[in-house]
């Protein structure tokens, strides 16, 4: 196992543990759910809140299906990656355990719902992860691999493929969640 794919999991993990007690579990999810509905500009109660709260609870579902393993509704840095290892070492693995993680992150970048994803609701969706503007353009672009100026469904699942698979420094999708040093 390489070490930029260690970085890429040990990442996605403290992103996930909204709370920085060592553990993701449901709360973190609603936490970040209302984080990101917030900065997305969505008031409480809103459509577009119900949207990224159920895509956060879908998310946490999805991750806890697959890596709590000791079934205590948290999952530890250490299941995280343990589950990342089991499920790249099966055949397939990505593509039968991921399809449901995969989904609620891109109704989260799609912010109105309107099943594309433009620079605006990019530059929001990083905005979130705290990635400069300027970095947040970069990338999009980089992610837009047909040169469209959107992010279609098949690209961004292409880019998080990359960031939870591939070892390649090269791959623009390791830089879904704010550029990678
Ligand atoms: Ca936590
Ligand atoms: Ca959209
Ligand atoms: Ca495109």
């Known amino acids: 196992m390489t070490d930029l794919l260690e970085r890429k999991w040990a990442l996605s993990f403290a992103q996930l543990d909204a709370n920085r007690?060592?553990?993701a579990d449901e709360s973190d999810a609603r936490t970040l759910g209302r984080l990101v509905a917030d900065s997305y500009g969505h008031p409480e109660g809103s459509p577009g809140a119900g949207r990224v709260l159920d895509a956060f609870q879908n998310?946490?579902?999805a991750i806890a299906a697959g890596m709590d393993t000791d079934g205590d509704g948290r999952v530890t840095a250490e299941e995280f990656v343990a589950g990342m290892r089991t499920v790249l070492a099966l055949e397939s693995g990505y593509d039968t355990h991921f399809q449901a993680a995969v989904d609620p992150v891109l109704?989260?970048?799609d912010s109105d719902g309107d099943?594309?994803?433009t620079l605006g609701e990019w530059r929001l969706f990083q905005?979130?992860?705290g990635t400069s503007p300027a970095d947040a353009d970069a990338i999009f672009e980089l992610l837009d691999v047909n040169g469209d100026g959107e992010l279609s469904r098949a690209e961004l699942a292409a880019a998080l493929r990359d960031f939870y698979t591939s070892s390649d420094p090269d791959r623009p999708g390791n830089h879904i969640y704010g550029r990678l040093s």
């Open 21 to 23: 007690d060592g553990f």
């Open 59 to 61: 998310l946490w579902a």
């Open 107 to 109: 109704d989260l970048a």
């Open 115 to 117: 099943g594309v994803v």
């Open 127 to 129: 905005q979130a992860y």
